[in-house]
């Protein structure tokens, strides 16, 4: 499967922005889907993610109550609300899906798949 990340771009603190994660070559149905960002001089990093079936979502403690993944099988694509960006936010956002239905989430090794990444940029 290839996934593409798209929906970045440069929002004021306080915005919000919609990130998707398109795929091809093969459904996403059966793919537990995540999303991981990369900031400057940092390691990447576990945002969130979403159940197969999505009926389980889990997020890293930074964006909980903001940020909200859900899946769209029917369009073979994954989005990522985000609200209430803040600075710290900004970063190169990666989606990431693999097969194994009861992964380590937050680990990116658990996945198989990447897109490319699309920038977030949050000034203050």
């Known amino acids: 499967v290839q996934l593409q990340a798209s929906g970045g771009g440069l929002v004021q603190a306080g915005g919000s922005l919609r990130l998707s994660c398109a795929a091809s070559?093969?459904?996403?149905?059966?793919?537990?889907m995540g999303w991981f960002r990369q900031a400057p001089g940092k390691e990447r990093e576990f945002v969130a993610a979403?159940?197969?079936?999505?009926?389980?979502?889990y997020y890293a403690d930074s964006v909980k109550g903001r940020f909200t993944i859900s899946r769209d099988n029917a369009k073979n694509t994954v989005s990522l609300q985000m609200n209430s960006l803040k600075p710290e936010d900004t970063a190169v956002y990666y989606c990431?899906?693999?097969?194994?239905?009861?992964?380590?989430?937050?680990?990116?090794?658990?996945?198989?798949?990447w897109g490319r990444g699309t920038q977030v940029t949050v000034s203050s």
């Open positions: 990431a899906g693999t097969l194994n239905r009861y992964p380590h989430y937050m680990n990116e090794f658990s996945y198989d798949y």
């Open positions: 070559g093969r459904t996403l149905s059966s793919y537990v």
């Open positions: 979403i159940s197969w079936s999505g009926g389980s979502t």
